[in-house]
C-alpha cells in the first residue's frame, strides 16, 4: 500500500481537497492518503466550506476530514509527501532529519509541469472561484498521481 501525505499551511483548503480528491481516483486499498498542515491554526477544524462545497460539487465528500498539523513522525508514515507551495516544502524539508526524508517531498503540481516547482495558490482569501482553479489543478495532478499507483498495484 502507498501512503500518501497532501500538506498545505493551515490544512484546510488546498490539502484536504488534494486529499479528496486522490482518495476519489485510487482503487481499493491501493493507497492510504491523509493531510496535514505546517501551521497549527486550524488544528481539528474540518475544512473550508469552500472547499467542502466544490469537492460536493465533484461527488467528493470532505466532511469527515479535521485539521491536523504536519509531525516529523510523518517522514516515517508516508512514502510520499506532496506539498502545496515553496513555502510548504520549505518548512517540511527543514524538519527532515535525512535525505532521505527529503526525498519523499515533493511539488503536487511537478505532476502535471515536471520540474517547474510551482505554487498551487491559495484560494482562501481569492473568493469562490479561487477554490474551482485549486480544484481544477489538484485534479489534474491526482489524475497523474492516482494512475501510477492504480497501474503499480
Known sequence: MTKILMVCLGNICRSPLAE????????????????????????GNKPDKRS?????????DLTDQ??????????ELFDFIYVM???????????????EDKS????ILNEVFPGENLDVPDPYYGGDSGFKNVY????EACDIIAKRINNNG
Do not use: C, P, W
Open 136 to 139: 481544477d489543478m489538484l485534479d
Open 52 to 60: 467542502i462545497a466544490i469537492a460536493k460539487l465533484n461527488g467528493i
Open 66 to 75: 479535521k485539521a491536523r498539523k504536519f509531525s516529523i513522525q510523518d517522514f
Open 104 to 107: 519523499k517531498v515533493r511539488f
Open 85 to 99: 507551495d515553496n513555502s510548504n516544502y520549505k518548512n517540511i524539508v527543514s524538519l527532515a532529519k535525512n535525505e
Open 20 to 43: 479528496g480528491i486522490l482518495k476519489s481516483k485510487v482503487e481499493g486499498l491501493k493507497a492510504f492518503v491523509d493531510s496535514a498542515g505546517t501551521g497549527a491554526y486550524h488544528i
